[in-house]
C-alpha cells in the first residue's frame, strides 16, 4: 500500500515538474494579458484602407455581384418551390379510398384499446404509410397525445 502511494506522488511530482517546465518555456509575447482586446484588433482590421489596385478587384463591384448572384439563386428557388394546393392532385382511386377508410379504422381501434406494444407499433407503421399526408400527420398527432396524457399505455421499450 505504501509502495502504491509512493509511486502516485512520485508521478504526480513528476507530472506538475513538466508542467512547470512547459509553461516556463512559453515565449513572453503569446501572454494574454499582453495581446489587445478583441475589439481593438477589429477597429484596426476595419480602419486599414485596402487599395483595389492592390487585389485587381474593385470591392464594390464586387459585393454587387454577390448580391446579383444571390438574389438569381434565391428567385430560381422561389420559382421551384410552388404550393402543394398549385401541384396537380391526382383523385385517388375508390380502392385508395377504401384502404385509407380501413387504415383510419384501424388507427382508432389501436388507439381506444389503450395499449401500444410492438405489434400495435408496427401494424401503425403499416397503415400510416396508406394514408395521405394530413391524414397521417393527424392520426400520428392522436397517438401522441394519448402517450401524452397517459390514455395510452406504452408496453415496449423500442420507439414508439
Same mark, same amino acid.
Given at each position: 500500500?505504501?509502495?502504491?502511494?509512493?509511486?502516485?506522488?512520485?508521478?504526480?511530482?513528476?507530472?506538475?515538474?513538466?508542467?512547470?517546465?512547459?509553461?516556463?518555456?512559453?515565449?513572453?509575447?503569446?501572454?494574454?494579458?499582453?495581446?489587445?482586446?478583441?475589439?481593438?484588433?477589429?477597429?484596426?482590421?476595419?480602419? $486599414?484602407?485596402?487599395? =483595389?489596385?492592390?487585389?485587381?478587384?474593385?470591392? #464594390?463591384? @464586387?459585393? %454587387?455581384?454577390?448580391? &446579383?448572384? +444571390?438574389?438569381?439563386?434565391?428567385?430560381?428557388?422561389?420559382?421551384?418551390? $410552388?404550393?402543394?394546393? =398549385?401541384?396537380?392532385?391526382?383523385?385517388?382511386? #375508390?380502392? @385508395?379510398? %377504401?384502404?385509407?377508410? &380501413?387504415? +383510419?379504422?384501424?388507427?382508432?381501434?389501436?388507439?381506444?384499446?389503450?395499449?401500444?406494444?410492438?405489434?400495435?407499433?408496427?401494424?401503425?407503421?403499416?397503415?400510416?404509410?396508406?394514408?395521405?399526408?394530413?391524414?397521417?400527420?393527424?392520426?400520428?398527432?392522436?397517438?401522441?397525445?394519448?402517450?401524452?396524457?397517459?390514455?395510452?399505455?406504452?408496453?415496449?421499450?423500442?420507439?414508439?
Amino acid at each position: 500500500m505504501v509502495r502504491l502511494f509512493s509511486i502516485c506522488a512520485l508521478s504526480v511530482v513528476i507530472g506538475v515538474g513538466f508542467g512547470w517546465a512547459l509553461r516556463a518555456s512559453r515565449p513572453p509575447d503569446t501572454n494574454e494579458s499582453a495581446a489587445p482586446p478583441r475589439a481593438q484588433v477589429a477597429q484596426l482590421v476595419l480602419s $486599414q484602407q485596402q487599395p =483595389a489596385a492592390s487585389s485587381g478587384f474593385d470591392l #464594390a463591384q @464586387l459585393h %454587387a455581384a454577390i448580391a &446579383e448572384e +444571390l438574389a438569381a439563386a434565391s428567385g430560381s428557388q422561389a420559382r421551384n418551390r $410552388q404550393p402543394t394546393a =398549385a401541384k396537380e392532385q391526382v383523385p385517388a382511386s #375508390a380502392e @385508395l379510398i %377504401a384502404q385509407r377508410r &380501413e387504415a +383510419l379504422q384501424d388507427i382508432q381501434g389501436m388507439i381506444s384499446a389503450g395499449e401500444w406494444g410492438n405489434n400495435e407499433r408496427m401494424e401503425f407503421q403499416q397503415r400510416i404509410a396508406v394514408l395521405d399526408p394530413e391524414q397521417a400527420r393527424q392520426a400520428l398527432q392522436q397517438v401522441l397525445i394519448g402517450l401524452n396524457n397517459g390514455t395510452i399505455h406504452a408496453l415496449t421499450k423500442a420507439p414508439l
